[in-house]
C-alpha cells in the first residue's frame, strides 16, 4: 500500500509564502493523480488542488487560484504545493493524496472519493 508523508508546513505572516512537499513510497509503478486538501479546526476539508501523473493538467479551487501552485516530480516521487501571498484564512492542516489515475481526469477536482492514499497532514498557520 503507497504511504504518503506531508512536510514544509509552519508558521507564516500574511503575504509570505511556503512550499509544501508530498513523498510518495510503495506505489509500485503505477499513475497516480494527487490532490491537496485542507481542514480547518472545527471546519469540513475541503479541496485545495489536483495534478495528473503526467502533470499537464491542474485543478485549483477558487479560493486559491492565482496564488498556489502544484507539480510533481515523479523521478524523486514528490508532490509540491508552493504557496504564495498567503492569508489567515489559508491556516489549516493540509493534506496529499493519491488515486490510481483514470481517464476521467475531472474526477480528481473537488471530490475526495478518487483518492485512496492519504498523508498525516502538515500544519500551516498564517498570522495577520
Known amino acids: 500500500q503507497a504511504q504518503l508523508a506531508e512536510s514544509g508546513g509552519g508558521w507564516v505572516q500574511a503575504g509570505g509564502a511556503l512550499s509544501l512537499s508530498c513523498t510518495a513510497s510503495?506505489?509500485?509503478?503505477?499513475?497516480?493523480?494527487s490532490g491537496w486538501f485542507r481542514q480547518a479546526p472545527g471546519k469540513e476539508r475541503e479541496f485545495v488542488a489536483a495534478?495528473?501523473?503526467?502533470?499537464?493538467?491542474?485543478f485549483y479551487s477558487d479560493s486559491v487560484k492565482g496564488r498556489f501552485t502544484i507539480s510533481r516530480d515523479n523521478a524523486k516521487n514528490t508532490v509540491t504545493l508552493q504557496m504564495n501571498s498567503l492569508k489567515p484564512e489559508d491556516t489549516a492542516v493540509y493534506y496529499c493524496?493519491?488515486?490510481?489515475?483514470?481517464?476521467?481526469?475531472?474526477?480528481?477536482?473537488?471530490?475526495?472519493?478518487?483518492?485512496?492514499?492519504w498523508g498525516q497532514g502538515t500544519q500551516v498557520t498564517v498570522s495577520s
Open positions: 493524496a493519491e488515486g490510481l489515475e483514470t481517464s476521467d481526469f475531472y474526477a480528481y477536482y473537488r471530490q475526495e472519493a478518487p483518492y485512496d492514499y
Open positions: 495534478i495528473t501523473w503526467g502533470g499537464l493538467r491542474q
Open positions: 510503495g506505489r509500485g509503478f503505477s499513475r497516480y493523480a
